[in-house]
C-alpha cells in the first residue's frame, strides 16, 4: 500500500505561485509513478501532471504546462507541484496519486491511479 499526504494549498492572487506537497508512505518509493489531479466544484478530476520512478520523464496537461512543475525527491518520498502564474480557474482541489505504471500514455487518466491522498485547497482569487 502507498499513503499520500498533500499539503501547500491556500489562497493565493491570480499571478502568484503556490508549491504544493505530497509525502508518500508504505510501498518503497521508486516503484511507482506519481501524478497530480485537481478537480473544481461541480467538474470532474482532472489530469495536471505526473512523474516517472526516476524523475527523468514528466507528462503535463495542456492546460498548466509552462506554468507548472513537477518534481521528486526520491531521498525525502515526497513529490512536488510548482504552480505558477496562477488563475481563477486553478482553483480546486488538488490530490496527488501514485501508479505501478511507468509509461506517459496512462498517466493522465484517473483509472490507472489505485492510491490517493485526500487533497489540499488551492483558490485563487482575481
Known amino acids: 500500500q502507498v499513503q499520500l499526504v498533500e499539503s501547500g494549498g491556500g489562497l493565493v492572487q491570480a499571478g502568484g505561485s503556490l508549491r504544493l506537497s505530497c509525502a508518500a508512505s508504505?510501498?518503497?518509493?521508486?516503484?511507482?509513478?506519481l501524478g497530480w489531479f485537481r478537480q473544481a466544484p461541480g467538474k470532474e478530476r482532472e489530469f495536471v501532471a505526473a512523474?516517472?520512478?526516476?524523475?527523468?520523464?514528466?507528462h503535463y496537461a495542456d492546460s498548466v504546462k509552462g506554468r507548472c512543475t513537477i518534481s521528486r525527491d526520491n531521498a525525502k518520498n515526497t513529490v512536488y507541484l510548482q504552480l505558477d502564474s496562477l488563475k481563477p480557474e486553478d482553483t480546486a482541489v488538488y490530490y496527488c496519486?501514485?501508479?505501478?505504471?511507468?509509461?506517459?500514455?496512462?498517466?493522465?487518466?484517473?483509472?490507472?491511479?489505485?492510491?490517493w491522498g485526500q487533497g489540499t485547497q488551492v483558490t485563487v482569487s482575481s
Open positions: 496519486a501514485s501508479t505501478p505504471l511507468n509509461y506517459p500514455a496512462v498517466w493522465g487518466s484517473t483509472i490507472h491511479y489505485d492510491y
Open positions: 508504505g510501498r518503497t518509493f521508486t516503484t511507482y509513478t
Open positions: 512523474i516517472s520512478r526516476s524523475g527523468g520523464n514528466t
